[in-house]
T-cell receptor, first 113, second 116 residues
């Protein structure tokens, strides 16, 4: 079956530091890949997505590239801000059926001034 | 911006009681979902719903669970007889389509269910 593995958190960084949150997946076929973010007290929000190999999703300074050869979709940002503090979820949907999401456990990011 | 609304934000109940978690999906969306996250664990898919019937469900979604769209706006998850292990954050989501690459699911803020 499908599965997503994320690095354990919390990830603690100072403002303007470089961020990487690792995500690897197991899936049959060619899944679509997503990063969702959850700010305190809010729901899961789509941050970015990629639907085929070598696609790069980007939004709000965050990027992730769909790497089929390494089955990875690592999230990166060149310079984090305090407002980026949140929980980040990597997820995938299969390329068939009703596209239910399979999530990783989430990685908490804490950015200090 | 349209959003998915869930109520209540926190529900406390006694073991064996019935609970109904409520969701108002985005108005033009046709596909509806429930997920849950037990503390410290992954967000897990429960059920999807389209055209007034369940389209897919996980092994977690047993006979104790049911979903309903009682009117044109609400989407509910009922747990008939709650167990301690049902304590979790429950997320509702909706999407406009289900096609590959087009299925962007929008989530509510969640309902935290505490079973005592």
């Amino acid at each position: 079956g499908n599965s997503v593995t994320q690095m354990e958190g919390p990830v603690t960084l100072s403002e303007e530091a470089f961020l990487t949150i690792n995500c690897t997946y197991t899936a049959t076929g060619y899944p679509s890949l997503f990063w969702y973010v959850q700010y305190p007290g809010e729901g899961l929000q789509l941050l970015l997505k990629a639907t085929k190999a070598d696609d790069k999703g980007s939004n709000k300074g965050f990027e992730a590239t769909y790497r089929k050869e390494t089955t990875s979709f690592h999230l990166e940002k060149g310079s984090v801000q305090v407002s980026d503090s949140a929980v980040y979820f990597c997820a995938l949907t299969s390329n068939s059926g009703y596209s239910t999401l399979t999530f990783g456990k989430g990685t908490m990011l804490l950015v200090s001034p | 911006e349209p959003e998915v609304t869930q109520t209540p934000s926190h529900q406390v109940t006694q073991m064996g009681q019935e609970v109904i978690l409520r969701c108002v999906p985005i108005s033009n969306h046709l596909y509806f979902y429930w997920y849950r996250q037990i503390l410290g664990q992954k967000v897990e898919f429960l059920v999807s719903f389209y055209n007034n019937e369940i389209s897919e469900k996980s092994e977690i979604f047993d006979d104790q669970f049911s979903v309903e769209r009682p009117d044109g706006s609400n989407f509910t998850l009922k747990i008939r007889s709650t167990k301690l292990e049902d304590s979790a954050m429950y997320f509702c989501a909706s999407s406009e389509t289900s096609g590959r690459g087009k299925n962007i699911q929008y989530f509510g803020a969640g309902t935290r269910l505490s079973v005592l």
